[in-house]
DNA sequence: CCCACTGCTTTGAAAAGTCAAGCGGTGTAA
DNA sequence: TTACACCGCTTGACTTTTCAAAGCAGTGGG
């Protein structure tokens, strides 16, 4: 292991004293900043590092790339480099099976999001999938 | 507004470049620490500060007390202060309607995390509710 | 009276995230 | 060939967020 998380070890204070729990680790995961918006990302498809960074819309390089390599750790994504013919090594990021299978985390997100959050703003209208 | 979020304003370069997103807010508000495991803690039944700072377990009182007002101002949480015959003026924080709707993120969460963190992890038998 | 409990607020320091710049490399057009 | 735009990052300084600990006002019990 590269970095330490904080998500990472049982030194979480509510891991001690209920035991371990699947539901708390998930949260523990899935809030950190950029995570949902990473997989939503590339939900629609594999991406490249800038491209990915472009997607998931002002997220910066230096947390990106921390954030990948937990997501790496964790087996949600995948990290591949691509040798197009012989030269430029380009990065390229997929979703892992598990990774994939966030798809209804992200559609339940998006379910109350379009219920909850568009009224009484202004300019909407119609919600596009963005 | 009482405090400034970061997820409130358009400040958020992706929201200038894309137009309101529903699910991009909705992910906004979601990652911020503690969200998830105070709705979580809520879906269980309401809750006085410190009886809901145990159970979402670990957060700190002063997170707590600005998370909380977030969600208020959201919408998503419900402040009530009741006064026990006459005296101890009591705060029980509840979930609005829209606020139990996330049941569904949090139940697409709690089967992910069952299917892909409790894998390999040393002491794990049976899940509980925790 | 003293201690435990309630719901918070304050303080200062640590951790996390962000910004801007830069590095080595490629590819494209002047 | 020189220049500039892209690629995937890394680095270091700066800002924001979270933290633990303490404290405050009030209630209730031994």
Redesign the pocket.
Known sequence: MTTLH?SDGPSA?ATAERGFCPVYRAIGVLQ???VLHIVRSLLNGEK????LARAVG??????L??RLEHLETLSIIN?RTEDTHG??A??VYTLTAGGRELQGVIDAIDTWGRAHLSEGQPGVVGAQDC
């Open positions: 904080p204070s950190e900043k950029w490249g590092f800038n491209e002002g997220c910066n390089s230096a947390t790339t921390q990290k030269k430029l380009r990065s």
